[in-house]
Protein backbone atom coordinates (compact mmCIF):
# COMPACT_ATOMS: atom_id res chain seq x y z
CA UNK A 1 0.00 0.00 0.00
CA UNK A 2 1.29 3.25 -0.84
CA UNK A 3 1.32 6.54 1.80
CA UNK A 4 -1.56 8.22 -0.46
CA UNK A 5 -3.69 4.70 0.02
CA UNK A 6 -3.18 4.26 3.28
CA UNK A 7 -4.78 8.07 4.45
CA UNK A 8 -6.91 7.17 1.76
CA UNK A 9 -8.24 3.82 3.21
CA UNK A 10 -8.19 5.18 6.70
CA UNK A 11 -11.41 4.86 8.83
CA UNK A 12 -12.99 5.63 12.09
CA UNK A 13 -13.61 2.35 14.15
CA UNK A 14 -14.88 1.59 17.33
CA UNK A 15 -15.27 -2.49 16.48
CA UNK A 16 -11.76 -3.21 18.59
CA UNK A 17 -10.23 -6.09 20.04
CA UNK A 18 -7.22 -7.16 21.40
CA UNK A 19 -4.00 -6.55 20.65
CA UNK A 20 -3.74 -3.15 21.76
CA UNK A 21 -0.07 -1.51 20.55
CA UNK A 22 2.54 -2.84 22.73
CA UNK A 23 4.61 -0.37 24.85
CA UNK A 24 6.79 0.14 21.92
CA UNK A 25 4.46 0.51 19.25
CA UNK A 26 2.67 2.93 21.11
CA UNK A 27 6.10 5.06 21.12
CA UNK A 28 6.28 4.89 18.02
CA UNK A 29 2.61 5.76 17.05
CA UNK A 30 3.22 8.83 19.59
CA UNK A 31 6.39 9.73 17.63
CA UNK A 32 3.82 10.24 14.65
CA UNK A 33 2.07 13.14 17.18
CA UNK A 34 5.15 15.04 17.87
CA UNK A 35 5.24 15.75 13.58
CA UNK A 36 2.13 17.74 13.70
CA UNK A 37 2.10 21.38 13.35
CA UNK A 38 2.36 23.86 16.65
CA UNK A 39 3.33 27.14 15.80
CA UNK A 40 5.54 28.43 19.14
CA UNK A 41 7.06 25.03 19.60
CA UNK A 42 4.58 25.08 23.16
CA UNK A 43 4.05 21.09 22.26
CA UNK A 44 0.60 21.33 23.80
CA UNK A 45 -0.33 17.70 23.53
CA UNK A 46 -0.48 15.04 26.43
CA UNK A 47 -1.46 11.76 26.29
CA UNK A 48 -2.57 8.97 29.03
CA UNK A 49 -2.36 5.56 28.35
CA UNK A 50 -5.30 3.72 29.90
CA UNK A 51 -5.38 0.00 29.83
CA UNK A 52 -5.67 -3.57 31.89
CA UNK A 53 -7.27 -3.22 35.65
CA UNK A 54 -7.11 1.26 35.37
CA UNK A 55 -10.17 0.89 32.66
CA UNK A 56 -13.00 0.52 34.99
CA UNK A 57 -11.44 2.56 36.98
CA UNK A 58 -11.73 5.47 33.99
CA UNK A 59 -15.56 4.10 33.37
CA UNK A 60 -16.61 5.13 36.71
CA UNK A 61 -14.90 8.22 36.49
CA UNK A 62 -16.53 8.92 33.59
CA UNK A 63 -20.05 8.26 34.77
CA UNK A 64 -19.44 10.27 37.74
CA UNK A 65 -18.83 13.20 34.81
CA UNK A 66 -21.19 12.34 33.02
CA UNK A 67 -23.77 13.09 36.25
CA UNK A 68 -21.73 15.98 37.03
CA UNK A 69 -22.40 17.54 33.55
CA UNK A 70 -26.51 16.24 33.04
CA UNK A 71 -27.98 15.37 36.46
CA UNK A 72 -30.55 13.89 33.93
CA UNK A 73 -28.31 11.64 31.79
CA UNK A 74 -30.46 8.42 30.47
CA UNK A 75 -29.52 4.95 32.22
CA UNK A 76 -28.77 3.61 29.23
CA UNK A 77 -26.08 6.25 28.02
CA UNK A 78 -24.60 5.56 31.89
CA UNK A 79 -24.49 1.92 30.79
CA UNK A 80 -23.22 1.94 27.13
CA UNK A 81 -20.61 4.24 28.47
CA UNK A 82 -19.41 2.42 31.39
CA UNK A 83 -19.13 -0.63 28.84
CA UNK A 84 -16.85 1.14 26.14
CA UNK A 85 -14.51 2.70 28.57
CA UNK A 86 -14.38 -0.62 30.67
CA UNK A 87 -14.01 -3.03 27.49
CA UNK A 88 -11.27 -0.96 25.02
CA UNK A 89 -8.15 -2.44 24.81
CA UNK A 90 -6.68 0.64 25.12
CA UNK A 91 -7.61 4.00 25.52
CA UNK A 92 -5.68 7.53 25.23
CA UNK A 93 -6.69 10.61 27.07
CA UNK A 94 -6.12 13.46 25.27
CA UNK A 95 -5.14 16.38 26.83
CA UNK A 96 -4.50 19.64 26.03
CA UNK A 97 -1.48 21.76 28.31
CA UNK A 98 -3.00 24.88 27.50
CA UNK A 99 -0.72 28.31 28.05
CA UNK A 100 -3.73 30.95 28.31
CA UNK A 101 -1.12 33.79 28.92
CA UNK A 102 0.88 32.84 25.86
CA UNK A 103 1.19 35.19 22.81
CA UNK A 104 0.24 31.84 20.72
CA UNK A 105 -3.89 31.89 20.70
CA UNK A 106 -5.40 29.03 22.43
CA UNK A 107 -7.12 28.37 19.42
CA UNK A 108 -3.84 27.41 18.12
CA UNK A 109 -2.82 25.24 20.77
CA UNK A 110 -6.21 23.48 20.28
CA UNK A 111 -5.76 22.73 16.90
CA UNK A 112 -2.22 21.23 17.36
CA UNK A 113 -3.53 19.22 20.07
CA UNK A 114 -6.03 18.03 17.27
CA UNK A 115 -3.57 17.98 14.43
CA UNK A 116 -1.20 15.62 16.88
CA UNK A 117 -4.63 13.43 17.17
CA UNK A 118 -4.91 13.09 13.60
CA UNK A 119 -1.25 11.97 13.12
CA UNK A 120 -2.27 9.42 16.09
CA UNK A 121 -5.12 7.82 14.17
CA UNK A 122 -2.93 7.96 10.98
CA UNK A 123 -0.29 6.39 12.55
CA UNK A 124 -2.44 3.42 13.82
CA UNK A 125 -4.21 2.59 10.89
CA UNK A 126 -0.49 2.58 9.28
CA UNK A 127 0.79 0.00 11.34
CA UNK A 128 -2.26 -1.97 11.74
CA UNK A 129 -4.44 -0.94 14.67
CA UNK A 130 -7.40 0.95 14.13
CA UNK A 131 -8.80 3.74 16.76
CA UNK A 132 -12.17 6.07 17.30
CA UNK A 133 -11.82 9.70 18.75
CA UNK A 134 -14.66 10.04 21.54
CA UNK A 135 -16.10 13.29 22.70
CA UNK A 136 -19.09 14.08 24.65
CA UNK A 137 -19.88 16.78 27.41
CA UNK A 138 -17.20 14.97 29.57
CA UNK A 139 -14.47 16.92 27.77
CA UNK A 140 -15.80 20.06 29.57
CA UNK A 141 -15.72 18.78 33.05
CA UNK A 142 -12.86 19.85 34.98
CA UNK A 143 -12.92 17.46 37.50
CA UNK A 144 -13.14 14.77 35.43
CA UNK A 145 -9.80 16.47 33.53
CA UNK A 146 -8.12 17.51 36.63
CA UNK A 147 -8.58 13.64 38.24
CA UNK A 148 -6.82 12.48 34.71
CA UNK A 149 -3.80 14.53 35.57
CA UNK A 150 -4.74 18.14 33.48
CA UNK A 151 -5.90 20.69 36.23
CA UNK A 152 -7.16 23.66 34.91
CA UNK A 153 -6.55 25.70 32.57
CA UNK A 154 -5.43 22.55 31.08
CA UNK A 155 -8.36 20.28 29.38
CA UNK A 156 -9.43 16.94 28.02
CA UNK A 157 -10.14 17.04 23.99
CA UNK A 158 -11.43 13.52 24.20
CA UNK A 159 -10.13 9.96 24.11
CA UNK A 160 -8.83 7.67 21.51
CA UNK A 161 -10.17 4.25 21.62
CA UNK A 162 -7.14 1.70 20.16
CA UNK A 163 -7.12 -1.81 19.12
CA UNK A 164 -7.02 -3.99 16.37
CA UNK A 165 -10.24 -3.62 14.18
CA UNK A 166 -12.49 -6.90 14.24
CA UNK A 167 -14.08 -7.96 11.22
CA UNK A 168 -13.79 -5.81 8.36
CA UNK A 169 -13.90 -1.94 8.29
CA UNK A 170 -16.53 -0.53 6.77
CA UNK A 171 -15.26 1.79 4.18
CA UNK A 172 -17.57 4.90 4.52
CA UNK A 173 -18.58 7.03 1.52
CA UNK A 174 -16.63 10.17 1.56
CA UNK A 175 -17.65 13.17 -0.10
CA UNK A 176 -16.19 14.82 -2.97
CA UNK A 177 -13.33 16.91 -2.44
CA UNK A 178 -14.54 19.32 -5.25
CA UNK A 179 -17.66 20.38 -3.41
CA UNK A 180 -15.91 21.59 -0.20
CA UNK A 181 -12.78 23.25 -2.86
CA UNK A 182 -13.00 26.90 -4.41
CA UNK A 183 -10.50 28.82 -6.31
CA UNK A 184 -9.85 32.47 -5.06
CA UNK A 185 -9.75 35.11 -7.74
CA UNK A 186 -10.54 38.40 -5.71
CA UNK A 187 -14.32 37.97 -5.26
CA UNK A 188 -15.62 36.26 -2.08
CA UNK A 189 -15.77 32.27 -3.14
CA UNK A 190 -18.88 29.51 -2.55
CA UNK A 191 -18.67 26.37 -1.99
CA UNK A 192 -20.72 23.12 -3.73
CA UNK A 193 -21.31 21.50 0.12
CA UNK A 194 -22.90 24.93 0.65
CA UNK A 195 -25.69 24.68 -1.80
CA UNK A 196 -29.10 23.49 -1.04
Given amino acids: MTPME ?18 AQLSEILAAAMRAPDHGKLRPWRYVVIEGDARPLMAERIVASMQRMDAEVPEAKITKRRQ ?3 TMP ?17 WEQEMAVAAAAM ?13 VWVSGDVVD ?18 F ?7 GKP ?5 PDPADFTA ?7 TFAADKD
Avoid: C, Q
Fill in 183 to 189: YWTGAPV
Fill in 141 to 158: DPVLAAEIGLPAPHKLAG
Fill in 170 to 174: ASPRR
Fill in 90 to 106: MILALGMHLRPDHKIPL
Fill in 160 to 166: LFVGTPS
Fill in 84 to 86: RFS
Fill in 6 to 23: MLLSRASTDHLAEPAPSA
Fill in 119 to 131: NVLNALHATGFGG
